[in-house]
């Protein structure tokens, strides 16, 4: 089995100034998603979705079109859900990242102030993804170690969501304990694409992180994080 992860291209987290809340992609952004499509338009996946969020929505919808597919939206594949600051001045928002990054390790649990915590987030995540994968007939095995019955070992996903939901279900299927930094433990770059692949165990299968925040579909000027 595999399932492809796509990051969505460059938002714009900012107008004029201002912090925008659930931001389309820029220029750049659509130029990136248009390049990631490219790169997958001649790979077969049996399902794909999309985050519900602007961004994801926009990223895939050249990756849609490619394939000849409708969109299909997966809600669990939401992203942290930040404070209500659209319209407020950016350097509120960037006050408050650098502020929840001082904290000591225990401290950034709790996430931005008024905004969805990093527990709750990782929890969602972690409840989503077993349900989803769960339904696809991909199970977790009552075993400590990270081993899975798997239905379907050919099938092929791919889902196009952002750098906290991503790297929170990959560490999810390698049976990774949740952190409150998961952005930062897998460094994914907009449009990258990241593969896990099934491997056959003598009892089941694991999961195998092949490909991390590839972005060769991408020139470097248009490589950003």
């Known amino acids: 089995m595999e399932i492809v992860f796509i990051r969505h291209g460059q938002p714009e987290w900012s107008r004029d100034g201002l912090n925008v809340e659930n931001p389309p992609l820029t220029e750049l952004g659509h130029e990136q998603a248009r390049a990631m499509a490219t790169a997958l338009a001649d790979e ?21 079109e490619a394939l000849g ?15 209500a600051w ?10 408050a990242y650098a502020e929840m990054a001082g904290r000591p390790a225990e401290g950034r ?29 991909v199970v977790r095995s009552s075993l ?6 798997i239905a379907e070992p050919d099938r ?3 889902l196009v969501a952002h750098a906290g939901t991503n790297s929170t279900s990959i560490a999810h299927l390698l049976g990774l304990v949740p952190t409150p930094w998961e952005w930062d433990r897998f460094v994914l770059g907009h449009t ?12 089941g299968h694991t999961f195998s992180l092949t490909k991390l925040s590839d972005v060769e579909h991408l020139d470097s000027s248009q490589r950003t994080r």
Do not use: M, N
């Open 44 to 64: 077969e996946f049996d399902e794909v979705f999309a985050s519900p969020l602007v961004r994801a929505r926009q990223t895939a919808a050249p990756l849609f």
């Open 109 to 137: 649990w709790e996430g931005l102030t008024d905004g969805e915590s990093v527990r709750e987030f990782t929890a969602r995540i972690h409840a989503g993804a077993t349900e989803f994968f769960t339904e696809r007939g």
């Open 144 to 149: 400590e170690l990270p081993v899975w019955q």
């Open 69 to 83: 597919r409708q969109e299909t939206i997966a809600p669990w594949l939401e992203e942290i859900r930040d404070p």
């Open 156 to 158: 092929r996903i791919a």
């Open 192 to 203: 990258s694409i990241s593969r896990l692949e099934s491997l056959e165990l003598g009892d």
């Open 86 to 95: 659209h319209g407020t001045p950016r350097e509120k928002a960037e006050a």
